[in-house]
Every structure is written in C-alpha cells, then in structure tokens.
C-alpha cells in the first residue's frame, strides 16, 4: 500500500465509520445476499464500456430477480441503452469533473425509481476515487471493486494485470459469490437500428457482394495505426480477387482520412464515417461477412457481435488485456512484444501479405451467408429500450 492510500485510509477511517452509524440499515444485506445492485461506468473509451457488459450477463444469469441498475453518461448509455440484463439506465453530469452535481442527480434517480442499493460496484476501468466518492455521496450500500482509494471501498479489488480487462471485470462476480463461465461481450441494438443498416448496406452493396468492413482509423490516442499504402493492397484485393464490397467505419472526425483512403485505392468502397450510432454500428457490423480493424473501439463492438475479423494489433501492449484470444472467427496479428512503440511506428511488423492470407484464412473457414448475418442479427436483436425519450434512430 502506497503512502497517499495510507493517508487517504486515516483521513476517511471516521467518515466510514460514521456511514456505518447513520447508515446502518443499509449494510444488513451481505454483499453476496445483494439483490439490489448499482454499477457506476465513468470511463468511457468504448471498449471500456464493452468490456464491462460479460459483468451485467453475469450478475443476470445467477440472480435473475436483482436489480441491476447502471449510472453512466456519454458513450455509456449508448452502448447500454438495449441490454435486456440491466433494468434501469441512469444517466448523471461526469463526476471526474461535476462530483456534487453528478452524486445529487445519482441520489434523485435512485429515489425517484425507489431503488435502495445493497452493493455499488466499480468495474476495472473505473478505478477512480472520484467515482467512489459519487457512492458515498449518493447512496448507502456495501461499495466493491476496482478503485484508487481501498479505505473508500468495504471489499476493494486490485487491478490483475495477467488476465483480461474482461476476466477483471468479471471477478466482481466473485464478491458476489457467484460462479458462472466467462462471457463475451454483447453490445445489443433496436429494430430501428436493425432497419437502420439495412439501409446502408443496400446503399453501400447494391449488387449483394459479400461485405467487408474496413476499420482503418482509431482515437489517435496510441500508435496503433498502420501504413496507408498497405491498407490499399488488402482493398484492391478484397475487390478485385474476392469479389467483396467494401465499406469503411468510422466518426465524423475520421471521414478526412478515411477518404484518403478510399481515393488511393482508386475510389473502392463507400465511406459510412459519422453516419452511424454505437447501436447502429453494431447492427451494420452483424450484417456484414468480414472486417478488417485497427485496434480500436470498433473492433470491440465487432467482437460483441461475433462477426469474423483479422485484427491488427500493437506488439507494445499485452494482447491478453484487451485482444479477442481463443476465438475460431478472429485472426489477430501483432509482432513480438515490446515495452513501447519506437518513434513513427505504424504496426511495421505486419504486412499486407499477412493480412490478405488471414481473411483468406476466414472466408474459407466461413463463406458469406445470408444465414449467418440472419443468426448474428438474431443474437443482438433487443426489444428493450432504457432511454425511450430519444428520437428515433
């Protein structure tokens, strides 16, 4: 234990005690009785958030009659807004940067669906002290899991960094004393949603080509990105010898250099950047045969529909903690590891020849069919919608 957590520890030794006094009747439940469950999701590149919903399936499965609430905002409530696990979205101000407001609003959400939490878990990514604090603030409750401040929490949890963000997340089930098989993530969408790519597919592969999806940006926040030239081999090829259409993915803040592509490889393909929610993109994923991803938030929502895909992936960084391992339909290609990515480095190590023999590798093992989009459609379709109010997507 670090000094500032011993300091931290003494300076919140009487508060915790005094929560214990004036909250008494909110700890008589174990924490492995709890049937009342809150989780707080506040780190939102989007595949935290994916990586954190084997957790909601889980904690469903071996207590089907809890209540298993979330509180979120941003990207989280998108990639939420249809999981039939969870039964109350609730979204509140960031309290990274709004901690009153963001704990005010968490407390009349709460007693405004009348839900007095047994448990307030934090996922691994959301080992923030700020968020503890937002429980602390909010509600009463046994507070568990991942976080910076062990004295804040009553079964703190420390991040393992020789298993997977998902294999992390899912030992909370553990102070649940709960005792399921690991899950995949699921990232479930809307018949609009559904209808929704459709339209796009029709417009993107009018002739009915099998689709593969190019995933060629990510956030710019590491060096996982790869050489241009090489991403125009693997689209001529996906083209002009396996009779693929091709669409590109991505944000409205990726359309520049996605275009760039596109025109490089002799105007091949249709750019959808920007024109699709979380939701939207997880269906148009599902209805796809292929893709082809950078690693990047994309490719986790492609992995949560289970459509095939070669991954391109930093040697510089464990493939354990956020790589789709041991999965039939995933080739992943990365070179031998390294502690950090050297200056100008573009995922040298990976050529297109590698490329194009892995998605042969796919299509053999997994011919384009209407049957399998129809089966993958089929295993995200949902029918819930947490967030009613919105437009229609």
């Not at 931290?8 to 915790?16: D, K, N, R, S, T």
């Not at 429980?135 to 401040?149: D, I, M, P, S, V």
């Not at 090829?237 to 396996?242: D, G, K, P």
């Not at 990515?341 to 093992?365: F, N, S």
Request: proline share 7%.
């Amino acid at each position: 234990m670090s000094l500032k957590q011993v300091i931290a520890g003494a300076a919140l030794a009487p508060v915790m005690a005094v929560e214990r006094i004036v909250r008494s009747g909110n700890f008589r439940t174990p924490v492995e009785e709890a049937q009342s469950i809150l989780i707080l999701e506040y780190m939102l590149p989007l595949g935290c958030c994916v990586h954190l919903t084997p957790l909601f399936d889980a904690i469903r499965a071996e207590k089907p009659h809890a209540v298993i609430a979330v509180a979120t905002r941003g990207v989280g409530l998108d990639v939420l807004r249809h999981n039939a696990a969870i039964d109350h979205l609730i979204e509140t101000p960031d309290p990274l940067h709004e901690l009153r407001p963001a704990a005010k609003a968490l407390s009349s959400e709460l007693t405004k669906l009348r839900i007095q939490p047994d448990c307030i878990l934090t996922g691994a990514s959301d080992q923030r002290t700020r968020i503890g604090l937002m429980a602390l603030l909010a509600t009463g409750g046994w507070r568990a899991g991942f976080t910076q401040t062990p004295a804040l929490y009553h079964q703190p949890l420390t991040v393992d960094r020789e298993v997977s963000l998902i294999e992390n997340n899912l030992r909370l089930t553990g102070l649940l004393k709960l005792d399921g098989p690991t899950r995949e993530p699921r990232v479930p969408f809307s018949s609009p949603d559904v209808a929704y790519a459709e339209k796009l597919v029709r417009e993107a592969n009018p002739q009915g080509r099998p689709l593969l999806v190019m995933v060629n940006q990510t956030s710019g926040g590491q060096r996982t990105g790869w050489h241009r030239d090489r991403f125009v081999q693997i689209v001529h090829h996906a083209r002009h010898e396996l009779g693929c259409a091709v669409v590109y993915v991505g944000t409205a803040a990726d359309a520049k250099p996605i275009e760039e592509i596109r025109l490089a490889a002799d105007e091949i393909g249709v750019s959808l950047a920007g024109r699709t929610s979380v939701t939207q993109l997880a269906a148009l994923l599902a209805m796809s045969d292929y893709v082809v991803s950078l690693d990047t938030g994309t490719m986790h929502v492609a992995r949560a529909v289970g459509v095939p895909m070669v991954v391109l992936a930093p040697s510089w960084q464990k493939a354990i903690e956020w790589m789709p391992l041991g999965l039939p339909h995933v080739r992943i290609l990365r070179g031998e590891d390294r502690d950090k990515a050297p200056k100008g480095y573009q995922l040298d190590e990976i050529e297109a020849k590698d490329v194009i023999r892995a998605l042969g590798e796919l299509i053999a093992k997994y011919p384009a069919s209407w049957a399998q989009r129809a089966e993958r459609v089929e295993r995200s379709l949902s029918h819930i919608d947490h967030l009613p109010t919105l437009s229609p997507e």
